[in-house]
């Protein structure tokens, strides 16, 4: 069971965001990720570890900064990947909502078990504090996206189902890498999954960049994407149109 004295490990604290969901946010960058993918920017957050907090003493520290967020602000937990510390971000969630503050999970989903019912049982006690899903599409293609992440995604869509089914609102995201994850045919296939999501309120492209590129250097790890260039306007364009977004 969550609890507010539960151990949490943090990568980052960001006080004042204003990308990682509605209004101005607090950002709790959790460590850890099963992912590998090959763009990540940030590849610090892989492994274990992280500044060790309890759901207590991170939501005080949070808190503080309430006057920033205004109606429309709150708070978003990132990663690495959230979803691998759920019950210390089970019991942060809830101290947050307990003071009417709006909670933003930001992941990609990888941690979903969708057979396993005390993982959903544990699930759904989040989502009752949570109130929205950031949730990053990788790739829609399985075998594209075993070769971009090292990991399979049948449970990543399978959780984009639930969170539909539940009626937990949904912001889908979609990082658009030249020549790996900008394929004509996937991207229609992604708009296609998505128009059957009942609870998606917004869909964003997140045009690929090299700024973590000195992170793959610095921890002496190859970085595999090296010389593929971001995209042009108009391929963002292109593929916002191939997903609705424009």
């Known amino acids: 069971m969550a609890s507010c004295k ?12 204003s990308v990682d969901g ?4 607090f950002v709790v960058f959790l460590q850890g990720c099963a992912l590998r993918c090959k763009y990540c ?12 907090w309890t759901a207590e003493a991170l939501f005080q520290r949070v808190y503080r900064y309430r006057n920033y967020w205004g109606k429309k602000g709150g ?31 930001d992941t990609a989903g990888q941690p979903f078990r969708p057979d396993d019912p005390d993982y959903l049982a544990s699930f759904d006690r989040l ?43 949904m912001w889908i995201r979609h990082v658009l890498v030249p020549g790996l994850t900008d394929s004509e ?6 708009a296609a999954f998505i128009g059957t999501l009942k609870t998606v309120e917004r869909v964003e492209i997140l045009p690929y960049h090299t700024l973590g590129l000195s ?14 260039p971001a995209p042009t306007a108009d391929e963002v364009t292109r593929a916002e149109r191939i997903l609705g977004i424009c």
């Not at 045919?185 to 992604?190: A, E, F, P, S, Y």
């Open 127 to 169: 989502m009752k504090s949570t109130s929205l899903v950031i949730l990053d599409l990788k790739e829609i293609d399985p075998e594209k996206h075993r070769r971009l992440t090292g990991r399979d995604n049948a449970n990543i869509l399978a959780m984009a189902r639930k969170l539909s089914d539940m009626g937990k609102p």
């Open 75 to 105: 708070i978003t937990v990132s990663g690495g990947e959230p979803l691998r510390q759920m019950e210390f971000l089970t019991a942060f969630f809830e101290l947050a909502r307990s003071k009417g503050v709006h909670t933003a999970l």
């Open 185 to 190: 045919d996937d991207l229609r296939q992604m």
């Open 215 to 228: 992170k793959w250097k610095k921890l002496g790890i190859a970085y595999p994407l090296d010389g593929v």
């Open 6 to 17: 539960t151990l949490g490990y943090v990568h980052s604290l960001e006080s004042f965001g």
């Open 41 to 52: 920017h940030n590849p610090e957050t892989w492994a274990e570890g992280g500044e060790a």
């Open 22 to 25: 509605p209004g101005v946010r």
